[in-house]
C-alpha cells in the first residue's frame, strides 16, 4: 500500500503564495498582463545575455593571449634573423682561405638562402606587431572590460525589471478596486508596451552583436596558430643552427693555433699560425713547409668535417606569411564590431531602460484624486513618518521605478 501523500499547511501556503503572484495582474487587463509577460522574458533574455557576455569575456581573455605570444614569436624570428646574419658575417673570412673555403663558402650559402627566408618574414612581423598586434592586445584588454562592465550592468537592469513587475502588479491590482479604474490603466499600459518592445529589440541586437564579436575573435585562430607554429618550428632550428656555431668558433681558434718545427740542420725553431700555413705558405720555409702542411691539415679535418652541414629553414615560413596577409582586415574586422557592441552596452541598452520611467503606466490621475482604499505603507517609512490622523490616508499617485545605474 502506498504511503498517503499529507499536504501541510506551509505546502499549501506556498502553493496559494505562488498561484495569487501568477495571477496578480487580473484577466480584465490584457495590455498590463501582456507588459507583465513581456517584462518577465526580458528578465529573462537579460541573464542569458549576461550569461554570454561572460563567456564571451572569456573568449577575449583567450585571444588577447594568443596575441601576447605572437607577439613573443615575432621577437624569435627577430632574434634568429640577427644570429643567422652574425653567423654568416664570421664565415666570411674563411671564404679565402684554402682547404677551408670550399666548405665555409657552402654553408654560408646554405645560411644566406635560409636567412633570406626569415629576413623577409621578420620585415612581416615586425610591421605586424606594431601596427596590428600590439594595437589588438591593447583594444583586447578595453573589450575584456567593456564585458565585464557589461555583466554588472545586465544584472543591475534584471534587479530593475524585478523592480518594475512588482510595481506594475500592485498599482494593476489597486486599479482594479476602482471603477473604470482597470480600462484606464490598461490603456496607459498599451501605450507603454511598444517602449517595452524596443528593450526587447535592443538585447536582441546587443546579443547579435557579442555573436559577431565571437565571430571574429574565431578567425584570429589561424594566424595565431601560424605564429606559435613557427615559433616552436624556430626553437628546433636553432637547435641545429648551434653545432654550427660552435663550430665556426672552433674553426678560428684552429687557425689561430701556432705550429713550431725545428729547421733541419739548425737548432732554430720556427713558428706559424695554421692560417699563415695555408694562406701565406710563401713566409714558410720551403724545407718546413711540407710537414707543417701536414700538421695543420690533420688539426683542421676534425673541425671541417663538423663544418660540412646542411641547415633547412625552419618549416612554417609560408603559412605564417600567408596568415600575415589576413591579419590587417581579421583586426579591423573585429575592432569595429567590439566598437559596436560596446555602444550597445554603454549606451542603447541605459537608454531604453531610461526611457521607461517616461511612459511607464501609470494611475490617470481623475482616478488618483480622490480618496482612496488605505494603501501599505512604502518600503522604508517608519511609524514616525507617518503618524495617525483621522484624515484617510493619501495614496500614491502611480508607482515608483527605479532605474539601475
Known amino acids: 500500500m502506498k504511503p498517503a ?3 501541510t499547511l506551509p505546502f499549501l501556503l506556498a502553493f496559494a503564495a505562488t498561484t495569487l503572484k501568477a495571477a496578480s495582474i487580473p484577466t480584465n487587463m490584457p495590455e498590463t498582463r501582456a507588459i507583465d509577460s513581456d517584462l518577465a ?13 561572460n563567456q564571451l569575456r572569456q573568449q577575449v581573455k583567450t585571444a588577447r593571449d594568443g596575441v601576447t605570444h605572437a607577439i613573443d614569436a615575432t621577437k624569435a624570428i627577430k632574434a634568429t634573423d640577427e644570429r643567422l646574419k652574425t653567423l654568416i658575417d664570421n664565415l666570411a673570412p674563411y671564404t679565402s682561405i684554402p682547404k677551408v673555403r670550399t666548405i665555409a663558402r657552402t654553408l654560408r650559402k646554405n645560411l644566406q638562402r635560409v636567412q633570406e627566408q626569415i629576413h623577409t618574414l621578420r620585415k612581416k612581423t615586425d610591421k605586424a606587431e606594431k601596427d596590428v598586434l600590439r594595437p589588438a592586445k591593447d583594444r583586447l584588454r578595453e573589450l575584456e572590460q567593456s564585458t565585464l562592465g557589461g555583466e554588472v550592468k545586465l544584472a543591475g537592469y534584471r534587479k530593475t ?3 518594475w513587475r512588482h510595481d506594475l ?3 494593476a491590482s489597486r486599479a482594479n478596486s476602482i471603477p473604470g479604474g482597470a480600462a484606464a490603466f490598461d490603456a496607459t499600459s498599451r501605450l507603454a508596451r511598444p517602449t517595452v518592445r524596443s528593450i526587447s529589440n535592443v538585447l536582441t541586437d546587443t546579443r547579435q552583436s557579442v555573436d559577431r564579436v565571437g565571430k571574429n ?3 584570429w585562430n589561424d594566424p595565431i596558430r601560424a605564429f606559435m607554429t613557427m615559433d616552436q618550428s624556430l626553437d628546433s632550428f636553432e637547435r641545429k643552427l648551434a653545432p654550427a656555431e660552435k663550430t665556426a668558433a672552433k674553426l678560428q681558434k684552429t687557425l689561430g693555433k701556432k705550429l713550431s718545427i725545428k729547421i733541419p740542420f739548425s737548432k732554430k725553431t720556427v713558428s706559424f699560425s695554421i692560417r699563415d ?12 713547409l711540407k710537414p707543417l702542411e701536414k700538421l695543420a691539415d690533420k688539426l683542421l679535418q676534425p673541425v671541417l668535417k663538423e663544418l660540412k652541414l ?3 629553414a625552419p618549416s612554417g615560413i609560408a603559412n605564417l606569411n600567408s596568415e600575415l596577409n589576413q591579419l590587417p582586415s581579421i583586426e579591423a574586422s573585429l575592432r569595429r564590431e567590439a566598437n559596436q557592441l560596446k555602444q550597445q552596452i554603454t549606451t542603447r541598452l541605459q537608454q531604453i531602460i531610461q526611457n521607461w520611467s517616461r511612459v511607464q503606466p501609470r494611475m490617470p490621475s481623475h482616478l488618483t484624486s480622490g480618496p482612496q482604499p488605505p494603501t501599505r505603507p512604502v518600503v522604508g517609512e517608519s ?3 507617518n503618524p495617525p490622523s483621522s484624515r484617510p490616508t493619501p495614496v500614491r499617485k502611480f508607482p515608483v521605478m527605479f532605474i539601475q545605474p
Request: aromatic share 0%.
Open 41 to 53: 522574458r526580458i528578465e529573462k533574455e537579460c541573464q542569458t545575455l549576461q550569461t554570454r557576455l
Open 161 to 163: 525589471i524585478s523592480s
Open 5 to 7: 501523500i499529507v499536504l
Open 277 to 288: 700555413i695555408l694562406e701565406k705558405p710563401g713566409k714558410v720555409l720551403g724545407v718546413v
Open 383 to 385: 511609524p514616525s513618518q
Open 217 to 219: 575573435l574565431t578567425q
Open 310 to 312: 646542411e641547415i633547412k
Open 169 to 171: 502588479q500592485t498599482t
